[in-house]
């Protein structure tokens, strides 16, 4: 958090299956997808990329042969099942520690992009390319090494290698698919995001304390920690917070707002101003509101997890210069994501286009479930269009005198005209407005005296 504001979030239930790396099983190879189908546990086959099967990997995994059906891999996943697809898995195994991420079957070396001192990321570099040429793995510097002694660094690259031995040992002795690896959630996060920017940290669990020492040792500068009783997200109303982020509308701080719609293939974000910005004098307001959904944008991305193709319907500039001005602004704010986010410009109809890459489960698909009424669409029958409905099968009950209706309480406007239906076909009908779905109802014939 900061200034009170939710900058990111994290649920086991996210972060719970990308990086856990398992012995699988070949289902089925697609030659002309360049895939494989792989097997890790219960649900859909993993995809695999087959161009990922370098030769370390053959040699070691495979032992020489040849991808066939009904063959043991191992693989990581890359990417979270959906509804419709089931997860992504690779073979390209990455083991990340405080420090470093080593990569058995790749000779990377590599240094994290967020170091930015020409001098330090040279230094860095050295250690990786001693470290790669020493044990025949790839290597890439993570941020949090900035600073740290060369020591230090290949101290806690033995760690990753020794467990990926470990791995590799359960790999062999696996039979059938199972997990062979899983990180702890919450030591995951505190790996990747506690920094000398953090000015404190609250916890509510004394054995929490413990993995937070371990990752505060190399930090130059510590956050404060604080242990709280009970629940810290009441104790900051961090709940009244999340069910924000389920709300469609967005307001900004100046009177305008967001309107975030989430559609199969992408998500459609519209910027709206609380001003008319039709004016000549208006351009100056238009920028400064589009400049300020800009950051409010990045920041519900984030908190919400979206992915995929992002469509952003600005404002209306009439001035090239504060059109740049606003898609270098958006630039600079998505590098701050810790996810692959790139604005890629405006399309032909003025829409800024994003894609961001998403690993893990969205906040909706965590939070909400498809509604069983609507199906997802949030829309249900006309109620005129579904009395029409009524009178139709009403009209072809011709051998019973009395009926019962059931339907939902939304129709209760219409109470005259469905009483109305009975006595114009001779019949009497008695209307309960208790149906549970709005979308049907239900009809009881009863002859006459039953």
Known sequence: MTDGELEELFFDELEANVGKIFAGKVEKIVPGLGAAFVKIGKGKGSFLKLNELCSTYKHLVLEGQELKEGMKLLVQMKKEPTESKGAQVTTCIGIAERFVVIFPFKKVTGVSKKIKSAEERKRLKEIALKLRKKHDMGVVIRTAAEGVDEQEIEKNFLEARRRWEQILEDFRKARTPKVLYEENPLERVVKEKLNSKIDRVVYNQREILKILEKYLRHLPKKPTLEFVEGD???????????????????????????????????????????????????????????????????????????????????????????????????????????????????????????????????????????????????????????????????????????????????????????????????????????????????????????
């Open 232 to 450: 810290p997200f009441e104790k900051f109303q961090i709940y009244d917070k999340i069910k924000k982020l389920s709300a469609r509308v967005v307001p900004l701080r100046s009177g305008g707002n967001i309107v975030i719609d989430r559609l199969e293939a992408l998500t459609v974000i519209d910027v709206n101003s609380e001003s008319d910005t039709t004016g000549e004098d208006q351009e100056e307001l238009a920028l400064k509101t589009n400049l300020e959904a800009a950051e409010e944008i990045v920041r519900q991305v984030k908190l919400r997890n979206i992915g995929g193709m992002i469509l952003v319907d600005f404002i209306k500039l009439k001035e090239s210069e504060n059109r740049e001005k606003l898609l270098k602004f958006m630039k600079q704010l998505v590098k701050k994501d810790s996810s692959q986010m790139e604005v890629l410009g405006f399309t032909n109809l003025g829409l800024l286009e994003i894609v961001r890459r998403r690993t893990s489960k969205s906040l909706e698909s965590i939070f909400f479930t498809k509604c069983p009424v609507c199906s997802g669409t949030g829309k249900v029958i006309a109620q005129k269009l579904l009395l029409k409905k009524i009178v139709s099968d009403i009209k072809k009950i011709t051998d019973h005198s009395e009926i019962v209706l059931k339907v939902h309480p939304n129709m209760s406007g219409y109470k005259d005209e469905l009483e109305r239906v009975g006595k114009n076909s001779g019949k009497k009908i008695k209307v309960e407005f208790n149906w549970p779905d709005p979308n049907s109802y239900d009809i009881t014939a009863k002859k006459g005296g039953a």
